[in-house]
C-alpha cells in the first residue's frame, strides 16, 4: 500500500510515471558519475598515499640535518643567517575540473630566477650542514607542493564521492520503489472502477431490458 | 597571487623560510587557531602545519576540508612523525569508499 495518499486519477499516473522514468535517468546518470569519480579518487589517493611517504621521509631527513645544523652553531648566528630569507614563493592557483569537481592545481614562481637560490647567508660563519639541510628541502619542495595539490583533491572528491553516493542510494531505494508502488497503486484503482463501471452497466442493461418486455411475466405465463 | 605557510613550533619551521615561504612559530593551541584563522582568510594557497599543532586544532582544520582554499596540510615536525598525516588520508578514503581498502590494516 503506498505510503502517502495519492489520487487515483489519469493525470496523476501520467506525471508519476514522468517522474518515474526521470528518477530512473538520474539514477542511471548519478551511478556512472559516482563510479568515475571513484575511479578518480582511488587513482589521485594512491599517488597521495605515496607523495606523502616520500614527503614525510624527506622532512625527516631535513630535520636531521637541521638539528646536525645547530648543534654545530650558535643560536644566533643560525637566527642571523635565516633572519632574512631572499627568495621567496608565489603560487598561481587554477582550477581543474573532475566530473564537476573543482581541484585546484598549484603553479609555483619564485622571486629570484633560479629557484635554487636559497641561500640568504654568507658562508663565511655556518656550518656546512646548514647548506645542506636547506638544500635537501629545497629538493623535496615540488613533491611538497604537489602533495598540497593531491591531498586536497582527494579531500574534496571525497565529500564529492559521499554526496553522490548518498544521491544514488536514495533514489535507489527510496525514490524509485516508492514511485513504483504509487503507480501500481493507481492503475489497480483505476482497473478496479473500470469493473465496477462494466458491471453496474450491465446490470442497469438488465433492468432496462426487463422494463420495456417483462421476462420475468412472460416466463410465468 | 598566492602565498605558501607554514605553521608548527619554531624549531621544526624555520628551514622553510630559506625556501621562501612565510613561517609563523606558534607556542599554544589559541595562538594557532587564531593564526590559522588570519592565514585562511589571507592570501595563501597552502598552509602546511605540523602534526603537533595539527592535534591540538583539528576541530579548527576541518572547517577548511571542503572548501577548495586553502589546502591545509599536515608534515611532520622535528619531534618525530606521529602517522597523523596518513591517517587524514585514511579518512578520505573511508569517507568516500565505506572502508579502508588503500592501507589495508597497514598502519594502525
Not at chain 2, 578514503?93 to 589495508?104: L, M, R, Y
Amino acid at each position: 500500500m503506498a505510503k502517502t495518499h495519492v489520487n487515483p486519477t489519469r493525470m496523476e499516473l501520467t506525471r508519476l510515471k514522468k517522474k518515474l522514468v526521470t528518477a530512473v535517468r538520474g539514477h542511471k546518470l548519478l551511478k556512472d558519475k559516482r563510479d568515475e569519480l571513484m575511479r578518480q579518487f582511488l587513482e589521485l589517493v594512491r599517488e597521495n598515499k605515496e607523495l606523502r611517504e616520500k614527503v614525510e621521509a624527506g622532512i625527516h631527513a631535513a630535520n636531521k640535518n637541521f638539528v646536525l645544523a645547530r648543534a654545530g652553531m650558535t643560536d644566533e648566528i643560525l637566527n642571523v643567517a635565516l633572519l632574512s630569507p631572499k627568495q621567496e614563493v608565489y603560487l598561481d592557483v587554477g582550477t581543474k575540473n573532475v566530473m564537476s569537481v573543482d581541484i585546484p592545481v598549484f603553479d609555483y614562481k619564485t622571486k629570484t630566477p633560479d629557484s635554487n637560490d636559497i641561500f640568504s647567508y654568507g658562508f663565511a660563519f655556518t656550518s656546512s650542514d646548514l647548506d645542506d639541510s636547506i638544500q635537501s628541502l629545497q629538493d623535496i619542495f615540488p613533491s611538497m607542493l604537489r602533495l598540497a595539490e593531491c591531498e586536497k583533491a582527494c579531500q574534496l572528491l571525497a565529500a564529492e564521492i559521499e554526496k553522490t553516493r548518498r544521491r544514488v542510494n536514495a533514489l535507489e531505494h527510496v525514490m524509485i520503489p516508492e514511485l513504483r508502488e504509487n503507480i501500481k497503486y493507481i492503475i489497480m484503482k483505476l482497473d478496479e472502477n473500470e469493473r465496477s463501471t462494466q458491471i453496474r452497466l450491465m446490470k442497469i442493461k438488465d433492468m432496462m431490458l426487463e422494463e420495456a418486455h417483462h421476462y420475468s411475466q412472460r416466463e410465468r405465463a | 597571487m598566492y602565498r605558501i605557510a607554514v605553521l608548527g613550533d619554531r624549531d621544526s619551521i624555520y628551514g622553510f623560510a630559506a625556501l621562501g615561504m612565510a613561517t609563523y612559530p606558534v607556542n599554544s593551541a589559541d595562538e594557532a587557531a587564531k593564526r590559522l584563522k588570519k592565514l585562511a582568510e589571507d592570501k595563501f594557497a597552502v598552509i602546511y602545519v605540523t602534526e603537533a599543532v595539527q592535534a591540538q586544532i583539528e576541530s579548527e582544520i576541518d572547517r577548511y576540508r571542503t572548501v577548495q582554499i586553502p589546502a591545509i596540510i599536515p608534515i611532520p615536525g622535528v619531534s618525530g612523525n606521529t602517522g597523523m598525516g596518513m591517517r587524514n588520508v585514511k579518512t578520505s578514503v573511508e569517507q568516500a569508499v565505506g572502508s579502508d581498502i588503500i592501507f589495508n590494516n597497514e598502519n594502525k
